[in-house]
């Protein structure tokens, strides 16, 4: 069984320092199940692959195997797809073999860890039980890029069909820890098996691993279900667990952090002229069916109603707290029919990919991206520019660089406690154009508010058209 990581990290080596690894060398480890090979193909400093080989021991998984006996146990015991395949037994070889790196810790490179590095994952060979599909429900959400090779029954038997065996390439920016987290928790599930006993000790593993991103990912149920295999208890108090942690995230804070920011920026009413800029480019792109993605209390969602142009418009947010907010403003209940059948509120997440979000001309994304951390945004950009793709799409974000001219901000403060960034110009400008290239926009920079000479303006807007 053979996993591959790659970076395109310049340099690219460091992430022998990352693993614990010396790319110099090959390394041995033994495990209870046989041995586990790192091996480097390739370390430069435009490049660096590293090579976990898995060389399992059959004997040693009858010697070790749990459960009933008798003649067909005894069969399948030694005729089994084990040694080849990545299963249960790789991430134990992860969590041992790359323990560090797993844990994300570095003792010589320390700042290495929540470094996001370009990452490529190739499996030989993986079992997906479920298929492709399911495949596609475990790892699309958390941003990444698949590309698989389906193996059939037979050769020699084309009609038997293919087999539930994938060669699967996997690609993501994302830090290296994230990934490796990604690939122990969620390799068992797809294999649907563990080969060792399954306990109290693998729900505390399971929300380690999964801190972060399990709580929010929409097959969660199936995951855990999977993980713990299938022992309801076991389940039934790991996804207890999970919707306690869950239940902090988008109500309180989202309506706390736009009273904060509401607070900072009320100096010349910020938002008022972002929200005026926003329209007026939906405006002029001849859009008639509109998104307002992170649509809050509604306050885009009155000016777009007031426009005739617009005849389709469909208002999301996390919160279900603040659609309700929205709905008691915009008097939804009292409205006329014929406008009232021009715009739509829905609950969801800009983390996954949603059909209701598709054939729409234009979108807006206010003040939204900068509360995103890095696993999500990459989702947020294939849910938006790949998945949902309107022509045009209008984004702002905080312009970090303006900071310095709020009096009640201190020095190297956020707008508010929520960010996970904010973005000067020049950072913003990469990632759009980077965005633009990986799915086929261009995009025009655009300054709202005052704008200083020399840090620019408080807000900073890109909008993105597609031909």
């Known amino acids: 069984m053979l996993l591959s990581i790659t970076t395109t990290h310049r340099p690219a080596y460091d992430l022998g320092y990352l693993l614990h690894k010396n790319p110099a060398r090959a390394q041995s480890f033994d495990l209870s199940f046989g041995q586990a090979h790192i091996f480097y193909p390739e370390a430069s400093e435009n490049i660096c692959t590293v090579a976990l080989l898995l060389d399992i021991d059959p004997i040693a998984l009858v010697r070790n195997r749990r459960g009933p006996s008798g003649e067909g146990r005894t069969l399948e015991q030694y005729v089994n797809d084990r040694p080849y395949v990545a299963s249960?037994?790789?991430?134990?070889?992860?969590?041992?073999?790359?323990?560090?790196?797993?844990?994300?810790r570095s003792k010589d490179r320390a700042e290495l860890v929540e470094q996001i590095l370009p990452l490529t994952v190739r499996i030989a060979t993986l079992p997906c039980r479920g298929g492709e599909t399911f495949l596609r429900k475990l790892f699309d959400p958390l941003g990444y890029t698949i590309s698989t090779e389906a193996h059939a029954l037979d050769p020699m038997f084309p009609t038997w069909g293919n087999s539930r065996y994938y060669t699967v390439t996997m690609q993501a920016q994302?830090?290296?820890?994230?990934?490796?987290?990604?690939?122990?928790?969620?390799?068992?599930?797809?294999?649907?098996?563990?080969h060792y006993w399954v306990g109290q000790d693998e729900v505390e593993k399971l929300l380690r691993h999964g801190e972060g991103w399990l709580g929010s990912h929409p097959e969660r149920e199936q995951i855990v279900s999977r993980y713990l295999k299938r022992q309801k208890n076991l389940t039934r108090q790991a996804l207890d667990q999970l919707l306690e942690e869950d239940q902090t995230d988008p109500d309180s804070v989202q309506e706390e952090h736009r009273i904060e920011e509401a607070i900072v920026e009320e100096k010349f009413s910020l938002n008022e002229q972002r929200l005026g800029a926003v329209l007026a480019v939906?405006?002029?792109?001849?859009?008639?069916?509109?998104?307002?993605?992170?649509?809050?209390?509604?306050?885009?969602?009155?000016?777009?109603?007031?426009?005739?142009q617009f005849e389709q418009i469909l208002g999301m947010d996390v919160s279900y707290r603040v659609l309700e907010i929205a709905r008691d403003r915009l008097h939804l209940d009292s409205m006329p029919d014929k406008q009232r059948m021009r715009i739509n509120l829905i609950h969801g997440s800009l983390n996954y990919r949603d059909k209701r979000l598709e054939g729409f001309d234009a979108a807006s994304v206010v003040e939204v991206i900068e509360h995103l951390d890095s696993p999500r945004l990459a989702a947020f950009e294939r849910v938006l520019f790949e998945f949902a793709k309107p022509k045009t799409i209008v984004l702002t974000t905080p312009n970090r660089?303006?900071?310095?001219?709020?009096?009640n901000l201190s020095a190297g403060q956020f707008r508010h406690k929520d960010h996970r960034f904010e973005w000067i110009r020049s950072e913003f400008q990469a990632w759009a154009n980077g965005v633009c290239q990986r799915f086929g926009y261009n995009v025009e920079f655009l300054p709202i508010g005052p704008e200083d000479p020399k840090v620019g303006p408080p807000t900073q807007m890109g909008v993105f058209r597609r031909d």
Do not use: M
């Open 88 to 104: 249960s037994f790789l991430s134990v070889a992860i969590a041992q073999v790359f323990g560090s790196a797993l844990g994300g």
């Open 174 to 194: 994302k830090r290296l820890q994230d990934l490796l987290s990604h690939l122990y928790v969620l390799i068992p599930v797809l294999d649907d098996d563990k």
């Open 282 to 308: 939906l405006k002029n792109s001849g859009a008639k069916r509109i998104l307002d993605l992170g649509c809050g209390e509604g306050k885009l969602l009155r000016l777009l109603l007031a426009e005739r």
């Open 401 to 407: 660089e303006y900071n310095v001219k709020w009096e």
